[in-house]
């Protein structure tokens, strides 16, 4: 007998919450700041990420709409007050001395987050979360000073161009660390190559300055999915503060993610690195996330899904959505001790793009896709990822935002809209 998704979605919701309860972390810090956030996963993933905690608190929203909302609260309580909101946060024990040299801390020992930003999802985690919290309605605009400042922050710091796309200094900014996207861009400085260390020193060095680091070195991008995060917030925070500006702003970030990122030729929206703004022709699914842009033409949408999604050469797998196409050379679908993003299917990026692909009209695509993911997840638990020809679960397990894979096996309820 065949699963469908109906059968899934009961137990795949009590995975999903025992998950996110066993991950879940609250305290004070030794600064007297009050914390509470979901870990990735114990061991390898102790400390808060950024956009993990933005997804886990999407995922917390269906069963505990309050530690979604304390989840979001601690992020802002990550950051500083000129409206900076680092990567990683050290809340409840610093970075095992292994590790610590390679986080993009000021200090190799002591610091309590990075200096790195993360793909900034914030805004638009805290409209779906503030949507989940009618016991809580003065949640939505709460945050509106602290959320503007982030953003602005975020302009004024990451745009040194001033073009209307971000900017990152290290690929870990993007969350997609070891990505074959960001193979041509550091080269040698790759995030699991030795020079990585000296790309972190380097921005140390620099203060961490945008303006300073592009003006003196190759290594940098205009990173799609980052700009689609951002328009996704900057849209989020008009609609959570009814002010016009904002939307204005997104509007521009996505007529140059159109005017510049996409190439005529693949349909791809493609990266732009250094400071000829070179675009980087590697298809990964960042390529593809636009997608979740509504704003953007129809065509131009739809194109993302037919020629790439549902060409079994490319992106149509039996689990998921593949981080990278199957046809690039750099594709990898298995495990790798050292290295992320370069070809295993994610429940997160699974879980974004079906939903696009729905109201896009592939109903029926969209429906397998979660079918697959959510099949692979019973059989194998919550893994951090997939193999996407065979659907085994690999790398960590217990893994906080592969709950989201609860929406996936409920028919019909996958919405990434507020
Ligand atoms: C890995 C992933 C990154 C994620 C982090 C914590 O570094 O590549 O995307 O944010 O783990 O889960």
């Known amino acids: 007998m065949t699963e469908t998704t109906n059968d899934l979605a009961a137990p795949l919701a009590a995975e999903a919450e025992r998950v996110l309860r066993r991950n879940w972390r609250e305290g004070t810090h030794a600064d007297g700041t009050a914390y ?36 979001l609260r601690t992020i802002l309580r990550s950051g500083r007050g000129d409206g900076f909101l680092p990567h990683t946060v050290f809340w409840d024990r610093p970075a095992r001395w292994r590790r610590a040299p390679l986080y993009a801390t000021l200090r190799v020992r002591g610091d309590r987050a990075t200096e790195s930003i993360g793909p900034p999802l914030l805004a638009w985690a805290w ?58 861009v550091f080269g040698r400085l790759a995030h699991h190559r030795p020079g ?29 999915w980052v700009n689609v995060c951002y328009a996704l917030s900057l849209r989020a925070l008009g609609r959570l503060s009814g002010e016009g500006g904002w939307s204005a702003r997104a509007a521009r970030t996505e007529a140059a993610l159109l005017e510049r990122c996409l190439d005529p030729a693949t349909g791809l929206f493609l990266d732009l690195a250094g400071r000829d703004e070179t675009p980087v022709r590697v298809s990964t699914w960042s390529a593809l996330s636009p997608l979740l842009l ?15 999604l549902l060409d079994a050469r490319r992106y149509r797998a039996a689990c998921g959505i593949p981080s990278v ?21 994610w429940t997160n990026v699974t879980w974004l793009l079906v939903g696009p692909m729905r109201d896009l009209g592939y109903e029926d695509d969209a429906a397998r896709v979660r079918l697959s993911l959510a099949r ?37 309820s996958t919405d990434h809209r507020g």
């Open 36 to 71: 509470a956030f979901t870990c990735p996963g114990a061991p390898r993933y102790r400390h808060q990420w950024h956009w993990d905690s933005c997804f886990n608190a999407v995922a917390w929203a269906r069963f505990d709409s309050a530690r979604a909302r304390a989840e």
């Open 127 to 184: 409209e779906r979360v503030a949507a989940a919290s009618p016991d809580e309605p003065g949640f939505a605009r709460e945050a509106l000073g602290a959320l503007t400042a982030h953003l602005d922050w975020l302009a004024r710091e990451r745009d040194p161009d001033g073009d209307g796309l971000l900017t990152i200094l290290l690929p870990d900014e993007s969350g997609l660390d070891d990505s074959p996207k960001y193979d041509p």
């Open 196 to 224: 990585y260390a000296r790309l972190v020193q380097r921005c140390r060095r620099l203060g961490w300055r945008a303006d300073r680091i592009t003006a003196a070195h190759e290594e940098h991008l205009e990173d799609v």
């Open 294 to 308: 509504e704003d953007l033409p129809g065509a131009v949408r739809r194109r993302l899904v037919e020629e790439h």
């Open 325 to 345: 196409a199957m046809d690039e050379p750099s594709f990898r679908p298995g495990f790798d001790l050292w290295r992320t993003w370069r070809g295993p299917s």
């Open 376 to 412: 692979a997840a019973r059989a194998h638990g919550l893994r951090e990822y997939y193999d996407p020809r065979t659907g085994r679960g690999l790398a960590a397990r217990h893994f906080g935002w592969s709950a989201l894979v609860a929406d996936l096996a409920e028919p019909g």
